[in-house]
């Protein structure tokens, strides 16, 4: 069963409550939490953030993380449990650097890490890890996935079986660069400048049936107004930006993804994982710290937000995940959450 909404969508017992816009770890700062239940338990892939030398700049050139550590829950508000690294760059043959927001999925009992990170070129690569269980430790495949490219890979799963991958982020994550289908080195490093023409946005492809490759070409997904009109660069209240995730409610097809440097997520909706999206509203306005990334899951017949802010640490780079019911309404719409009140 799904929530549909009507209602707001409420934690079952006074102890659940006490995790509501509090960080959900203490221990170490996990950030850009891509949330999934793996036989009844929740298990978080994110990226374990780390206070590096490195200068802040627009690029994120101070996002220096070097492994993944998994998190899992019993239930929402439980105790989490870090698992040990689970992934490290060390241990992947083409990456140097930069281990960004990950995702992960399953098939047929193998668990998929998909993970961003620079190669020694200083080019954004889309890699691939595979594990026998859901916390990992999880082995890198020798190379990035063919015609992977930029960060924030995010993978749904459709009713039918078939896995998709979205991808994409401008600026920092190069996606602006990608333009032509190459990587431009002396491309712009941002989106601005351009106001007038269409935005660039996330990347689609569908997986193979083994998961460790794209069984097509990666296309933009179109994201329109309510016109039928492709959202403008200049549009940054509405326009993508960064860390797409795509779930599916009622028969409807949702993106929901960062407008960065406006930092909302927003989200739109469509018929198809494929598009065109409708631009429909915020699923979460601005929270404390310059990025926003989420990811959206069904749990025990509730939806839910994971999220992140910079609560803990008041840095910008050093992020702490934290959890909150989602409301989806009868008319499809979902509920905006703000993040300072409850
Ligand atoms: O964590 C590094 C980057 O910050 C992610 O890849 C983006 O989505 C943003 O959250």
Do not use: C
């Not at 700049?57 to 998190?71: K, P």
């Not at 995730?245 to 440097?261: A, M, Q, R």
């Not at 050093?318 to 719409?333: A, I, Q, S, W, Y």
């Amino acid at each position: 069963a799904t929530e549909t909404g009507g209602s707001p969508a409420k934690p079952r017992s006074a102890e659940g409550l006490r995790y509501l816009g509090q960080p959900l770890l203490q221990d170490i700062y996990i950030a850009d939490p891509s949330a999934h239940v793996f036989d009844g338990r929740i298990y978080v892939y994110g990226s374990h953030d780390v206070d590096g030398t490195t200068p802040e700049d627009d690029l994120g050139s101070h996002f220096e993380m070097r492994d993944y550590r998994v998190v899992s829950f019993d239930r929402i508000g439980g105790k989490p449990t870090v698992h040990p690294v689970a992934l490290d760059v060390r241990d992947v043959p083409w990456a140097e650097k930069q281990m960004w927001a990950p995702d992960a999925a399953r098939k047929n009992g193998r668990y998929f890490l998909y993970f961003p990170a620079k190669d020694r070129e200083g080019v954004f690569r889309i890699g691939v890890a595979t594990s026998d269980r859901p916390e990992g430790p999880f082995k890198a495949e020798p190379k990035p996935i063919e015609g992977a490219y930029s960060i924030d890979p995010a993978v749904f799963t459709d009713g039918d079986g078939a896995s998709y991958m979205v991808f994409g982020g401008i600026w920092g994550g190069q996606l602006q660069r990608w333009a032509s289908g190459r990587f431009d080195p002396n491309g712009s490093n941002t989106d601005l400048g351009r106001n007038d023409a269409p935005a660039l946005t996330p990347r689609i492809a569908r997986l193979r049936d083994d998961m460790l490759e794209f069984a097509e070409t990666p296309r933009p997904l179109a994201i329109v107004d309510e016109a039928g009109k492709p959202l403008l660069a200049g549009d940054h209240d509405r326009r993508f930006f960064e860390a797409a995730w795509i779930h599916k409610h009622d028969g409807l097809y949702y993106l929901t993804y960062s407008t960065g440097d406006t930092h909302f997520i927003a989200y739109a909706t469509s018929r198809s994982p494929y598009g065109p999206f409708t631009y429909r509203g915020r699923v979460l306005a601005p929270v404390q710290g310059w990025t926003t990334h989420h990811s959206i899951v069904e749990v025990g017949g509730r939806w839910y937000l994971f999220y992140h802010d910079t609560q803990i640490s008041g840095r910008t780079h050093l992020r702490n995940m934290k959890v909150t019911p989602l409301v989806h309404e009868p008319d499809g719409t979902i509920r905006t959450i703000d993040p300072f009140v409850r």
